[in-house]
């Protein structure tokens, strides 16, 4: 962002360098809590995502109705997913630690002719661990998806793709910063940074077998297997080689929908899972496609998700966070945590003339027209 007004300003005739060795010390106090304690991910020499909260987050309480209730049944009723996370009360036990204690009988009706004690009620609360990882999905921007873990739990302890690709690319900014602001030794220490970023995310985030940037668990030194829509934003960050990027294009089908890009092809009742695609993610998807030359690929990856977004428009009259891309709808059936698809949001305005001013004009003009037409039919 700095640098992009920095451009914006000297080729209004104004290169402000004064503005930007200022906004360089602001940049550094930003990056150093990502690169220290407690944001490290273990001995991977890569950043994590780690909330200093403890217990449940205003948000999670106020405005997601239910949803600890949720995360508490699908725990009762997968223990091989539920870890450490639920902690039982025992029966006349005081209640102990963040959050609420929830009442919950753990079968259903299908299970407890069979085995009766299936009926029995359990009061159980979630552990900190769990709260300690759901504060850092928070963090993440992606709440909610189960990349993470069961609703995000384990987000503290994976090196995501995400975040480690974005200070890639904050390293190399800083490295150009410091070449503007005539700070030449530190800007070999910023290349320095982001070349051994690029190795250790080859190291440990990379699936050549799969052609996948994976999310590193480093509790448990082994890749995840979660394929998300975040295995692109190497290529938009460019630290991924020629070859990594044609292996991973190949992997468009697994996210690839009518209306654009599905967050992932894991259909877990979730906002940041399939079937929703969201517009910052198509952008940096598709930016990162043009970087390497994929401009068919970007084409019409962006037309799909600029269509989708006029013809909701057109329909209602309204801009959304979030689009089901399989339906090529803004209607969403979230069946936790946020529920609504929020009205007038500016990263999908900011996104689609992103998208818009990349296609060729061919493609624009096909899109008015198709416009045109779908609102003749609608008067």
Not at 326 to 352: D, L, P
């Amino acid at each position: 962002m700095v640098l992009a007004v920095y451009e914006a300003e000297k080729r209004a005739g104004h290169a402000d360098t004064a503005w930007l060795e200022r906004a360089y010390r602001y940049l550094q106090k930003d990056y150093s809590l990502w690169t220290h304690d407690p944001h490290l991910a273990g001995s991977t020499e890569l950043a994590r995502y780690y909330d200093f909260g403890e217990g449940p987050p205003a948000e999670g309480l106020q405005d997601e109705g239910g949803y600890y209730r949720d995360v508490v049944t699908y725990f009762m009723l997968h223990p091989d997913q539920a870890d450490h996370y639920l902690v039982e009360q025992k029966q006349g036990q005081a209640a102990a630690g963040e959050g609420a204690s929830y009442s919950i009988k753990a079968c259903d009706v299908a299970t407890t002719m069979a085995r009766p004690e299936c009926g029995t009620e359990h009061v159980v609360r979630l552990s900190a661990d769990y709260y300690k990882g759901d504060r850092s999905m928070r963090e993440s921007g992606f709440d909610i998806s189960f990349r993470f873990g069961a609703y995000g739990s384990a987000t503290h302890n994976y090196a995501p793709v995400c975040l480690n690709s974005l200070l890639y690319k904050t390293e190399r900014d800083m490295d150009q910063i410091s070449v503007l602001i005539g700070k030449a030794a530190e800007a070999k220490v910023w290349r320095t940074r982001a070349a051994t970023r690029q190795s250790r995310m080859n190291k440990y985030l990379w699936a050549s077998d799969r052609g996948f940037f994976f999310d590193y668990d480093f509790t448990n030194s082994k890749k995840s297997t979660y394929r998300y829509l975040t295995t692109y934003y190497p290529l938009w960050a460019g630290l991924a080689t020629p070859e990594q990027a044609a292996a991973v294009v190949k992997n468009l089908a697994v996210f690839e929908q009518p209306g654009g890009l599905a967050m992932s092809p894991e259909n877990t009742g979730v906002q940041w899972d399939y079937p929703y695609g969201w517009a910052p993610v198509e952008l940096l998807a598709i930016q990162g496609l043009r970087r390497y030359g994929y401009n068919t690929e970007a084409d019409r990856l962006s037309y799909k998700f600029l269509s989708t977004v006029i013809e909701n428009f057109q329909r209602d009259g309204t801009i959304r966070e979030k689009y089901n891309v399989v339906s090529r709808s803004s209607e969403s059936q979230v069946a936790a945590g946020y529920q609504t698809n929020v009205i007038g949001f500016g990263w999908t305005n900011a996104a689609f003339l992103e998208l818009l001013h990349a296609l060729p004009k061919e493609a624009v003009e096909k899109l008015e027209k198709e416009a045109s037409v779908a609102k003749s039919a609608q008067n």
